[in-house]
């Protein structure tokens, strides 16, 4: 299934439409658009259809990566909480809670939020972005649907040297970042694409 911006509302609206709490994934390489589509379709349905849960909340801390010595690798699969966060969509699944307070990534911060996004249990609609949706195996039988954001290459790798130059990095060392440790994340969760239920192109 192939949409784009209008045909993903509607699809969305649909699922939010169902009997019971539906979880829709959007996935995808880093710079692709997942942030923004997933707001996007957040701000179209409204805070009593949708609620907006990113993978980025499960970020592990900076000094951790530290201790680690994986701080020249924050953003790959082994820097996050993947327990955490198969976790926490097991109790989003469940919808038995009054309320299930999910964290996000405070850009700025560069760091994990507790508590920061609040999710009734009469929210229809759960959708949840990040890298690792088609790639951590555990994750993708807790999701309804997963879709794929395709974007130009060019435009991609431009997005994320302007992203890592607004966090306060160099000319230098944002284009490191976007053509190194992002460009490799983007390589390990591209064969993804094959398991998603639908591809959305964006840019």
């Not at 790959?76 to 469940?94: H, I, N």
């Amino acid at each position: 299934m192939r949409l784009d911006r209008a045909t993903a509302v509607a699809r969305a609206r649909a699922l939010a439409g169902r009997q019971g709490r539906v979880l829709l994934g959007i996935a995808g390489p880093p710079g692709a658009g997942k942030s923004t589509l997933a707001a996007d379709l957040v701000g179209a349905l409204g805070p009593d259809h949708a609620a907006l849960v990113g993978m980025d909340g499960f970020h592990l801390p900076q000094a951790v990566l530290e201790r680690a010595g994986l701080a020249e690798r924050k953003g790959a699969p082994e820097t996050f909480d993947a327990a955490g966060y198969v976790a926490l969509l097991r109790r989003l699944r469940a919808a038995d809670e009054a309320v299930v307070w999910a964290p996000a990534f405070g850009r700025w911060l560069e760091e994990p939020v507790a508590g920061a996004v609040e999710v009734p249990a009469a929210t229809p609609l759960v959708i949840t972005e990040g890298n690792y949706l088609l790639h951590w195996p555990q994750v993708r039988p807790l999701l309804d649907e997963v879709w794929w954001v395709d974007c130009p290459e060019d435009v991609r790798r431009s997005r994320l040297v302007a992203r890592h130059a607004s966090h306060g990095r160099s000319p230098e060392e944002a284009r490191r970042w976007a053509y190194g440790s992002d460009e490799a994340n983007a390589r390990l969760v591209t064969p993804g694409r094959m398991l998603a239920d639908a591809i959305i192109r964006l840019g």
